[in-house]
């Protein structure tokens, strides 16, 4: 059935595979976040020493007798080399004239009145540079001249920290992306868990197990266990109907069927012909037939009934088995058929007697009915401290081997049932009662092959 | 006075010959396969052990050595465009001035590691000695008193007696030698007794020089007295001379100058360049240093801890003093503090 059922994919997986996709995207986020922040960092880090440098210098300018000179303070340089080993450029200029520095270092030209700071990268002597300049306005002769000072210095060591940094900020993604595809995958695991329990249970549930499913579900699986509910109630309400008309056509049929067997007995005193009486002896054997059939139904839905809501006291199955024995001996005796009892001690177990009687009953009945005459028919009981083992050997010729399976489903017969009496009912009345008791019906044929041995299981507690 | 013109006289006399002035110029090995140029401040004599056991290794090559004042080696690279292989110099804010402004190469090589980070400029600049600015006194003159144990000392003592001193005094002429102006900014930029130092000597006439062994000698042969500033490690190396002369390294602080080697950028021997540069780390990085290393050591391998010996760092802030105010400036305060009438 489950086989035939279409999948349309699987939650879990399409819940991973969002999940890690998200995470994927996150994660590559990250990376661009961190690797932008440091970048800008590490540049404003070289823009601002590269700034307190030339600013160091600036203060080192002096102006005397309209003479500029500018000291180099020993710390503008070699504050520098505290950021990375990298070559070092400066240059200072007064109006269009070079106070010092290298020559050919090109520098802004500041706007008028413009002052503050200027960065830039260029390419200086075939390397890529940044610069800071910083401005000063100096009066001379009632000229305003600017004073610009520029530091640049080459960016090998930054790219090198960039390098580490991006390095670092791929790991820092990569491990982020590890991480959330662990949690991914426990998400997705832990989110469809209700799903599978639910399916776990139902389909744990034996096939007369019609109880509605009253475990705490997540809200957003309510709906569905709610119409499963209302499902499994339609379905029980269906059962139990068919089977209430299914007991009560049986009833209505046996009590006519009843007294028409009266009447043909009856008749069949009055007749002399013998074709008259053979023909009444085959109409009395058919009512049996269908007696008997009406009478098993009847036990059948009476043991669903009584097996849906088992009600358990403790009995010695010993007597039990003993008194049934002792009631069925007459119509053994009709064949000359031996009923044997092999029983030790007492075997006390929990469950309902009438059920367990109707089982029991259901297959001596069976092994009487197909034994032959003179034959002898073995009942016992056995098992240990968990188990309560009681058998029936005939020697009736036993089953054939590939119908052993199916025969305690409903209506179905052995092929040697052909000619006998039977309904196909017995065997799956005595399944359906060791089932609610948590046992189980066992069907072999014994080792010598002259008969069958069916065996009923019954947990002791 | 006399030396400084004497030295004005050298350098026109370069400027006109539009030559840079040349020591000792040798030549190692024969000169018909590959040759590789080594421009250098370090005399030949002391680096001759190493660049032996180079070329033993290597037959068929030659090294071609000119030895040089440090000042010089500006004006041959920058000014002239001589082309050379590898600069060995004492000087090391020229060496960074020559990295920084993109006259070397980079090399990397199983042997740089060994340098420590200190020691090693960008890949460029690699350093293979440490010496100190040491103060050296003639045994003969000092034989009878305390030594001086720092500049104070010195002070007091050269202005106690000053016509003992007068005229037999000596230190580097900051105008004409990269390493006596690397010494002078550096103690400038240390201690204010620097200029009280040289104040002091100006007025007892100092004689200028250009190199260590020159004022080693002359305190050997007793021109003069003291010389201050000067290579302890060629003092020290002058074992002949060790029953004339005193080497003291001033306790306050003592400067360490690095040797350093730069591999030019367009060498026409770079690999030979290379191979020499990682001859002169290993011999002096290795523990202990190679046998024919001639410069005291190790090199502490950690700087030297303490206060007293102040190692010189690599690094850009030796380009300050190289800026044409700075230097201006400077060379006219060292004048007016040395050079009195």
């Known amino acids: 059935m489950s086989d035939r059922l279409r999948s349309s994919g699987s939650i879990r997986r399409r819940l991973t595979i969002q999940l890690v996709g998200s ?104 390397e890529s540079v940044r610069m800071a300049t910083t401005v000063r306005w100096l009066s001379r002769n009632g000229v305003s001249t600017p004073l610009t000072i520029s530091v640049a210095q080459t960016r090998t060591g930054q790219t090198e920290r960039l390098a580490d940094l991006t390095r670092t900020a791929l790991l820092l993604g990569a491990g982020f992306f590890a991480v959330a595809v662990l949690l991914a995958v426990w998400t997705a695991q832990s989110s469809i868990r209700p799903l599978r329990e639910l399916a776990g249970m139902v389909s744990r549930r034996g096939p007369t197990d019609l109880r509605p499913v009253t475990r705490p579900v997540p809200a957003e699986m309510a709906p569905l266990v709610r119409s499963l509910n209302s499902f499994i109630d339609r379905l029980r309400l269906s059962l139990s109907r068919s089977e209430d008309f299914i007991a009560e056509a049986a009833h209505r049929v046996r009590t006519p069927l009843a007294t028409v067997r009266t009447q043909a007995e009856n008749t069949l005193h009055r007749i002399e012909r013998p074709e008259n009486r053979n023909a009444l002896r085959e109409m009395i054997r058919a009512i049996d037939e269908s007696s008997r059939a009406a009478g098993q139904l009847l036990d059948h839905a009476m043991v669903s009934f009584r097996a849906d809501s088992l009600e358990r006291t403790p009995f010695d199955l010993t007597d039990l088995v003993a008194e049934l024995v002792n009631r069925l001996r007459p119509v053994a005796d009709l064949k000359d058929i031996e009923l044997f009892l092999e029983i030790s001690g007492p075997h006390v177990m929990s469950g309902d007697p009438i059920l367990v009687q109707n089982a029991v009953r259901n297959l001596l009945d069976n092994a009487i009915k197909y034994a032959p005459e003179e034959s ?76 069958a041995c069916v065996c009923l299981h019954f947990p002791s507690a | 006075m006399r030396l400084s013109a004497l030295s004005l006289c050298l350098t026109l006399w370069a400027a006109i010959a539009g030559a840079f002035e040349v020591e000792e110029h040798a030549l190692f090995g024969a000169a018909d396969g590959r040759v590789l140029r080594i421009l250098s401040t370090t005399d030949t004599h002391i680096l001759r052990p190493l660049i032996d056991s180079f070329l033993d290794a290597r037959p068929g090559v030659a090294v071609d050595y000119l030895s040089v004042s440090s000042a010089e080696v500006m004006r041959a690279i920058v000014d002239e465009g001589e082309r050379f292989d590898l600069v060995l110099s004492s000087a090391m804010d020229l060496q960074i001035k020559l990295a920084n402004d993109g006259y070397t190469r980079p090399h990397r090589s199983a042997w740089t590691p060994l340098v420590p980070d200190w020691g090693n400029w960008r890949d460029h600049v690699f350093a293979f000695s440490q010496e100190t600015a040491s103060v050296v006194l003639s045994r003969a003159a000092f034989a009878d008193q305390d030594l001086p144990r720092t500049r104070q000392d010195l002070i007091d003592l050269l202005r106690s007696d000053p016509d003992r001193f007068q005229g037999r005094v000596g230190t580097y002429d900051v105008a004409v030698s990269g390493l006596g102006y690397l010494f002078a900014t550096q103690d400038a930029r240390t201690a204010e007794s620097y200029w009280r130092l040289m104040e002091v000597l100006g007025g007892l006439q100092v004689k200028l020089y250009c190199c260590s062994g020159e004022m ?54 770079p690999d030979l360049a290379g191979a020499f540069a990682d001859h002169l780390i290993a011999a002096a990085w290795s523990d202990p240093p190679a046998p024919d290393y001639p410069f005291p050591g190790p090199p502490a391998t950690d700087r030297p801890e303490g206060a007293s010996l102040r190692p010189i760092s690599l690094g850009p802030g030796l380009l300050v003093f190289l800026d044409r105010l700075k230097r201006q400036r400077f060379l006219e305060e060292w004048r007016n503090a040395v050079q009195q009438e």
């Open chain 2, 216 to 269: 080693i000698e002359a305190v050997a042969e007793g021109r003069i007295d003291m010389a201050y500033n000067v290579l302890g490690s060629y003092a020290r190396a002058r074992t002949d001379l060790a029953e004339s002369i005193l080497v003291i390294e001033p306790e306050e602080y003592t400067n360490m100058m690095m040797r350093t080697a730069v591999i030019m950028r367009d060498a026409a021997e």
């Open chain 1, 376 to 451: 002898r028919v073995i009942v016992s009981l056995a098992g240990d401290a968990t188990t309560h083992v009681l058998c029936i050997r005939d020697a009736a010729g036993g089953f054939h081997e590939d119908e052993i399976d199916g025969l305690t489903e409903r209506f179905v017969r052995g092929r040697n049932a052909e000619g006998t009496v039977g309904s196909g009912l017995g065997l799956t009345i005595a399944r359906e009662v060791a089932e609610a008791h948590g046992g189980r019906l066992d069907i072999a044929n014994t080792k010598d092959g002259a008969g």
């Open chain 1, 23 to 126: 995470a994927a995207v996150l994660a590559a986020l990250l990376f661009l976040i961190v690797q932008t922040f440091t970048r800008e960092l590490a540049e404003e880090t070289h823009d601002r020493i590269l700034l307190a440098s030339a600013t160091s210098i600036m203060d080192a300018v002096s102006v005397r007798a309209r003479e500029v000179s500018v000291d180099l303070p020993y710390a503008a340089l070699s504050m520098l080399s505290n950021v990375s080993d990298d070559r070092v450029f400066y240059r200072v200029v007064l109006g269009a004239e070079t106070l010092t520095g290298y020559d050919d270092l090109p520098v802004p030209r500041p706007e008028p009145r413009a002052i503050g700071a200027m960065f830039e990268t260029l390419v200086y002597k075939g």
